[in-house]
T-cell receptor, first 112, second 117 residues
Framework: GESVGLHLPTLSVQEGDNSIINCAYSNSASDYFIWYKQESGKGPQFIIDIRSNMDKRQGQRVTVLLNKTVKHLSLQIAATQPGDSAVYFCAEETGGYNKLIFGAGTRLAVHP | GAVVSQHPSWVICKSGTSVKIECRSLDFQATTMFWYRQFPKQSLMLMATSNEGSKATYEQGVEKDKFLINHASLTLSTLTVTSAHPEDSSFYIC?????????????FGDGTRLSIL
């Protein structure tokens, strides 16, 4: 299930299940979006990206969906594994110098 | 692949001192680097964009005199937290844009945990 902590919502799933992590972005003019995985004490790790001329992109075990109408992104992880446990952030590229604005993040907890 | 290194990874210092954090691109030249700040259980917040050879561009609400950024070479940007206080304790992360392009927009360092006593 999904619960909301003080700052970071948590999604708890069983190993082997599929996970869906959602994100709302703010700028309707943004045309490039990225999902990152962050493990404790480390920097963000690139997972997958998508441009606004697409609504779906698939990688290895991951799929990103983009709904520009409602400014919504989702990350789907197939057959979730314990190693997928981390905090996941979406980011939108915007403004000058192509800076990234990060979403609030979701903690994914995978239980055996 | 492209690698960004931060140093130190962890620093503890007394209130009132200044702390310098280094961000290096190891296998590419980065004209643009970014500095982020992350409090526990929160997201990354962009502090400033560091441009080689020119002044950094700070985000709204970030004190430029408090967080000094120097991007003196194409492989090194530094962030100096001046007169640090306990409320400056945070996880500071840098990233660099590879001008050659590639599969990622920015390459991130592994962060520096700053604790001010």
């Amino acid at each position: 299930g999904e619960s909301v902590g003080l700052h970071l919502p948590t999604l708890s799933v069983q190993e082997g299940d599929n996970s869906i992590i959602n994100c709302a972005y703010s700028n309707s003019a943004s045309d490039y979006f990225i999902w990152y995985k962050q493990e404790s004490g480390k920097g963000p790790q690139f997972i997958i990206d998508i441009r606004s001329n697409m609504d779906k992109r698939q990688g290895q075990r991951v799929t990103v969906l983009l709904n520009k109408t409602v400014k919504h992104l989702s990350l789907q992880i197939a057959a979730t594994q314990p190693g997928d446990s981390a905090v996941y952030f979406c980011a939108e590229e915007t403004g000058g110098y192509n800076k990234l604005i990060f979403g609030a993040g979701t903690r994914l907890a995978v239980h055996p | 692949g492209a690698v960004v290194s931060q140093h130190p990874s962890w620093v503890i210092c007394k209130s009132g001192t200044s702390v310098k954090i280094e961000c290096r691109s190891l296998d590419f030249q980065a004209t643009t680097m970014f500095w982020y700040r992350q409090f526990p259980k929160q997201s990354l917040m962009l502090m400033a964009t560091s441009n080689e050879g020119s002044k950094a561009t700070y985000e709204q609400g970030v004190e430029k005199d408090k967080f000094l950024i120097n991007h003196a070479s194409l492989t090194l940007s530094t962030l100096t937290v001046t007169s640090a206080h306990p409320e400056d304790s945070s996880f500071y992360i840098c990233s660099a844009r590879d001008p050659r392009g590639g599969d990622q927009p920015q390459h991130f360092g592994d962060g520096t945990r700053l604790s001010i006593l």
